[in-house]
């Protein structure tokens, strides 16, 4: 992770989901990584879970959001306290990543293998899977909206364009309103030069 000292301008995830297996003693801990956005993708791929699994016995998960790392949960699913969900964020935590949910499947195998024995399964299986994964990194992304005459458009968006910057919605009318999204490392200096050409407002910094 990067010190306090420097600003993060980008975070890892995974690109796609993945799943990985991992069986003990007759268990099977299938390992599911998902890519998400926000808490109801948690719900959304927990309960399909569930319901294409209907017959395991446990359905543990973890997961870790936005950039700033503070959404998370790890939920045991009725394993012993600790064993299951914090082992699987632990992971997820080691490979430094967030915008990732990871739920572990669990099929009884009919032999108790212990709270260790647990902790190993759900932290191996998870781990085999972001092994398995693609790993991306990420800008770090911050919006602005600016304004400026139509004769000034293209002035505007070609300083987006130079500092890598995405035009998200754009009201084009004699007075022109744009959203635009740009990577965090790009910010202060694309806001800098619109400022600098006297003829592009920001509005909303």
């Not at 306090?4 to 990584?33: L, N």
């Not at 936005?66 to 299951?84: K, L, M």
């Not at 458009?153 to 754009?170: E, F, G, S, V, Y």
Request: hydrophobic letters at 40%; charged letters at 20%; one cysteine or more.
């Amino acid at each position: 992770m990067a010190s306090i000292m420097t600003e993060m301008t980008t975070y890892k995830t995974i690109s796609q989901p993945i799943v990985a297996e991992f069986k003990d003693k007759g268990s099977r801990f299938i390992a599911f990584a998902y890519p998400i956005l926000t808490i109801d993708d948690v719900k959304k791929h927990v309960e399909n879970l569930r319901q294409e699994h209907h017959k395991a016995r446990h359905w543990c998960y973890a997961y870790r959001l936005g950039v700033d790392g503070n959404q998370f949960r790890a939920n045991d699913d009725g394993e012993p306290s600790g064993s299951a969900g914090r082992p699987i964020l632990g992971q997820i935590d080691s490979f430094e990543l967030t915008d990732v949910l990871v739920v572990v499947v669990r099929y009884f195998g009919g032999t108790l293998l212990g709270v260790p024995g647990l902790i190993h399964a759900y932290k191996t299986s998870t781990q085999m899977a972001f092994q398995a994964a693609q790993i991306v990194e990420k800008n770090i992304e911050k919006m602005v909206q600016i304004r400026c005459d139509y004769p000034h458009l293209n002035d505007a968006i070609r300083i987006a364009k130079n500092h890598h910057a995405q035009i998200i919605t754009q009201d084009l009318q004699l007075n022109c309103c744009l959203l635009v999204r740009i990577p965090l490392a790009n910010f202060a200096r694309c806001v800098a030069t619109w400022k600098e050409t006297r003829f592009i407002q920001i509005i909303d910094e």
